[in-house]
């Protein structure tokens, strides 16, 4: 199984996913797209695609010229039956490629939230195997409509749309499960500035939320994780 991941910022690791790649002995192409790295010119190389997040909008072709080819890659997968995921700004991005719309700067969303599965979730392959209700990472402001055909596998009250599947296996979610508490551990020191101007109080309290929901969000993340590589 040779799987490519497409970095989109620094600091970004690959956490769940990449526990569940490793347990699955996948070889990994790590591409450092925001670093001027080539991504694949198809999907002929590659069995599965994963497009990380980035602090970059979906639409930001000016300071990141390979967004457009970059979502063209994902639905050159997609299109090809191939397993696709899309964290963050990847859902953004895959939702652009099928034409969906990106909208920028909606509501904040910041920490371990509750998401909950609809009723095609419920009995969807990637979704399955979590809770209908869930704590995960959220880190975004912008979102996306549905493209026309995807199916909602889950909402919350701030972001409807929170994960969606096109085809067998082409799949976004906004909220961030790859993001095991270890790796949050390492955003709350590399970001700390950000994240304070962004939610501010919110380290000082950091522990509490942590005890609260980083057990039941590293469960559920690594659970969906698993999921995927078994598309592949």
């Not at 910022?9 to 070889?27: C, F, K, N, W, Y």
């Not at 501010?200 to 969906?224: C, F, N, T, V």
Request: one cysteine or more.
């Amino acid at each position: 199984m040779r799987v490519a991941i497409i970095e989109n910022m620094a600091g970004t690791p690959h956490g769940q996913i990449g526990v569940a790649l490793s347990e699955a002995d996948a070889e990994l192409d790590i591409i450092r797209a925001y670093a001027g790295e080539q991504l694949p010119v198809d999907a002929s190389s590659h069995d599965a695609l994963v497009v990380l997040g980035g602090e970059q909008s979906a639409l930001d072709d000016e300071s990141h010229p390979y967004l457009a080819d970059l979502a063209q890659l994902m639905k050159t997968f997609g299109d090809a039956d191939k397993a696709v995921i899309g964290v963050c700004l990847g859902s953004q991005l895959l939702a652009r490629a099928y034409s969906g719309t990106n909208i920028l700067n909606g509501t904040l969303e910041f920490g371990w939230e509750e998401i909950a599965l609809t009723d095609e979730g419920r009995s969807d392959p990637l979704m399955a195997a979590v809770d209908t209700s869930f704590p995960i990472f959220q880190w975004h402001r912008d979102t996306y409509t549905l493209p026309e055909g995807a199916v909602l596998l889950a909402s919350n009250p701030a972001t409807k749309n929170q994960a969606f599947r096109i085809g067998r296996a082409a799949y976004g979610t906004q909220f961030h499960f790859e993001a095991a508490t270890g790796v949050v551990d390492e955003w709350c020191t590399g970001f700390s500035g950000s994240i304070e101007k962004m939610s501010p109080g919110w380290l000082g309290d950091y522990q509490d939320h942590r005890k609260e929901s980083g057990q039941a969000a590293d469960a559920a993340g690594l659970a969906i994780a698993r999921a995927w590589v078994q598309l592949v």
